[in-house]
């Protein structure tokens, strides 16, 4: 099983990046997948999330408008469109799959509804 995020950088304030979530060893139309970000010296926070097939998705408040989650089952891809970028984006970032207890749109940010972590990407953003 492997999971790896990729696609960080360095953009301006107001610019873009397109994260993506690559998935091998396993049926990634299995797993709901969500977004996580990681400050230096702050908690892991959740930033979206996607089910497994139909699509629902949800998002923190500090990022909703700007950022947009996507999945690809067939080519065992997930993205993280983020748009408009701010001074308070730069983190890195993570993808997760969720554990046996399925999506739940209610509690999927939360870290507690991952079992499986890919390592992250560094999302940097110059004023």
């Known amino acids: 099983v492997q999971l790896q995020a990729s696609g960080g950088g360095l953009a301006q304030t107001g610019g873009s990046l397109r994260l993506s979530c690559a998935a091998s060893?396993?049926?990634?139309?299995?797993?709901?997948v969500g977004w996580f970000r990681q400050a230096p010296g702050k908690e892991r926070e959740g930033v979206s999330c996607?089910?497994?097939?139909?699509?629902?998705?949800h998002y923190s408040d500090s990022v909703k408008g700007r950022f947009t989650i996507v999945r690809d089952n067939a080519k065992k891809m997930v993205y993280l469109q983020m748009n408009s970028l701010k001074p308070e984006d730069p983190a890195i970032y993570y993808c997760?799959?969720?554990?046996?207890?399925?999506?739940?749109?209610?509690?999927?940010?939360?870290?507690?509804?991952?079992?499986?972590w890919g390592q992250g990407t560094l999302v940097t953003v110059s004023s």
């Open positions: 060893g396993f049926r990634l139309d299995y797993y709901g």
């Open positions: 996607i089910s497994r097939r139909d699509g629902s998705r």
């Open positions: 997760a799959l969720d554990g046996p207890g399925g999506f739940n749109v209610d509690t999927c940010l939360s870290t507690n509804d991952y079992n499986y």
